[in-house]
């Protein structure tokens, strides 16, 4: 061959190869998402990558819109891609209700795109687990999608967590009580800087933006510190929200989230009433739910929803309230490692079956295809390379057993099973080897 | 809410939402992929949706280049959507294997894009689900890629299904033999129309086209004919090709796959040496795979695939032969609904709870939570409406269990257990309800 031009192999900026040990990792995860999701009777949808910009635009603020992958098409569309899986769903509840019926409870696993400044960190392409039942309003649903995120997080291996919830409404029924309803807005805007910032920039910004008297500033202030367990501060939170109508479904709704979790078995130190929480100011209308890693409190809440009112206003005139939560895949991948949750290596399967010689392939074959009737997922390495070649291998990509049947063992009857982590070989019959690795695999 | 401009929800033409019982088929059926893959040593990776244009331009041909989803991001970049998933793999070699080292075995499912003519029925977005073997030349590998095949098929529920694989080397051999070696992108061209086009007129094309003499022609079409049993057509091959390397090479191969599949205990008849397959004219080099379903052999090849030379020339120097095939993950489901083999409802799990006042909600969470706990998937009811409407539901969704725990019920420790595809209802004892739900649906 002549000397080539050859094209720099290279990813975009912000965008990112998954290697296996990455890829598996991630697979894991979301396969024990969809699991769990499946157990609440969630089931899967997908939508197109590409819709048109009309039906992105305009929900997720500027900017959203700026940071959109939007270009013409061929066919001279405005067409972008998604930068979410909530507007899509949106567009998908408009279209299809009719057909599918409510309630209904969908589960949604996809990349979205978007133009962020990666010098924060952050990725253009990346994906987003969310599930959600829409078309009722009943507090059994909300109970229901704290007892995913419950178990969802147990099913991942986590001891340590903690899902907190809060109410939009108490605070709604807060602000009725201190005639501040009409700045409910401005309020929270303040009330969620209160970690960053501190109680008194907090009631400086009370008063400056959203007008507040010293009192009513002081009454935000007081109810924002209230802390305690759980059922001390259901007790201290419902004088202050007395009366309103807002108020008291806010704190019958979080009665409720611990009712039914404490039905369903959830250790009661697992979910703590928080009134601090107040995300996705104009979104969410009622429960809301985030939940953090109790060893890693720093990276922020790694599954995070609520209540809605109306999700697909923009595209039908028919109201869907709803209530869901999506899953931090990338920010949980990342936690995992730092508590080296993950296996770092690549092995997919658990067994490696070396390679003699050319003649002893359907042998080799043989003993591989014994060992995946009994459910054992095994690789054959495909050439006949040094023993001490092949073990490099092994060990490199983290297989658990090698099992060798060289010719000195065929003729004995035997194979040689090696547990790479100890360098242990046991010798065993040739019938025997897939009885040998499963009781090997299950110590 | 004042009269609203509202957006009309709709998808991109050649674009699609998964409705839940769809998504659920094709979830299944990737998962069942994943699993055989893994099962094999084959690891997953992923890359992202977005390259270069560079990197995707030049291999796949004017017609590819033509269908791509290109335009410039915000950064001035010229970026496409990936059009299949083995230049993004290629792509990923060249980048990664001295990290990664050889062989390496991947698995790679995604979404690929291409703006092709929607009138012949075909979507601009889909889903590819390869698997390849790359860095080694071993016939092992070759004869595992059937294997995979074999075992994925079977998986999926199959029985009726044949493996054809052929060798690009057995052809290469006859036209050492005749003589036209040096015009066998012609010859290939013309052959590959015969089953569209009968041997008369590919007789003619060999002439026009490849300037083959008639007793060439001849020769090609003798060899195109070809049946029979699989050991009975390798003898009349072997003749056709001996005294050239590659037809000798290609003839060992073919012996191999068969005796491999053999080794591995598949059924002989579901493997058929086919010397008229002859896809992927200008990339494989030695085995080829088409995958039929004996009862829909019209709708081509589901699964497909063969050996290279080198996967990732335009990107590195390094020369990487492999071996692997590609899932036809939208035709087999076509396949599969056709075949009835799909469950046409979209429920995500076995069991519905039904709802029956707010004051039972910690009960029912309780049940469910306790029939969850046995492994078995609960959807919850979320509204006390009127029993039967709580059973069309059910019904609709295509549960096969209906759990109802009413007022009645709970006063006499009971449950109702109804099976929703005969209407038979049993009455069990609260304590043993998980039991009986397991029973009933291992039925």
Sequence with gaps: MSAKVRIEPRTLRGFRDYLPAAALARERLIDTAKAVYKGFGFAPIDTPALEYTEILLGKGGDETDKQLYRFTDNGGRDVALRFDLTIPFARFAAQHTNDLGLPFKRYHVGSVWRGENTQRGRYREFIQCDFDTIGTESPLADQETALVIHELFQRLGFERFTIRVNDRRVLN???????????????????????????????????????????????????????????????????????????????????????????????????????????????????????????????????????????????????????????????????????????????????LVTCFDAASGPDALALASELRGAGLGVELYPDPKKLGDQLKYAARRGFALVVIAGPAEREAGNVQVKLLATSEAHVVARGDVAQACARLLAV
């Design 173 to 351: 029924g807060l602000l009725e009580r201190l005639e501040l309803s009409e700045r409910s807005v401005a309020v929270l805007r303040a009330l969620d800087k209160l970690a960053k910032i501190g109680p008194e920039k907090v009631a400086e910004e009370l008063t400056r933006e959203a007008g507040a008297s010293a009192a009513q500033a002081a009454g935000v202030l007081e109810f924002a510190a209230l802390t305690g367990k759980n059922e001390e501060l259901l007790a201290r939170l419902a004088p202050l929200v007395q009366g309103t109508a807002a108020g008291e479904a806010g704190i019958a709704s979080l009665a409720g989230l611990l009712a039914g979790a404490g039905a369903a078995g959830v250790d009661a130190a697992r979910i703590a009433l928080d009134v601090s929480i107040a995300r996705g100011l104009d979104y969410y209308t009622g429960a809301i739910f985030e939940t953090f890693l109790d060893d890693l409190p720093g990276i922020g809440s790694v599954c995070s929803g609520g209540r809605y009112d109306d999700l697909a206003s923009l595209y039908t005139k028919q109201r869907l309230p709803g209530v869901g939560a999506s899953l931090g895949v990338d920010r949980l991948l990342a936690a995992m490692e730092e508590l080296k949750m993950v296996d770092e290596k690549g092995a997919s399967c658990p067994i």
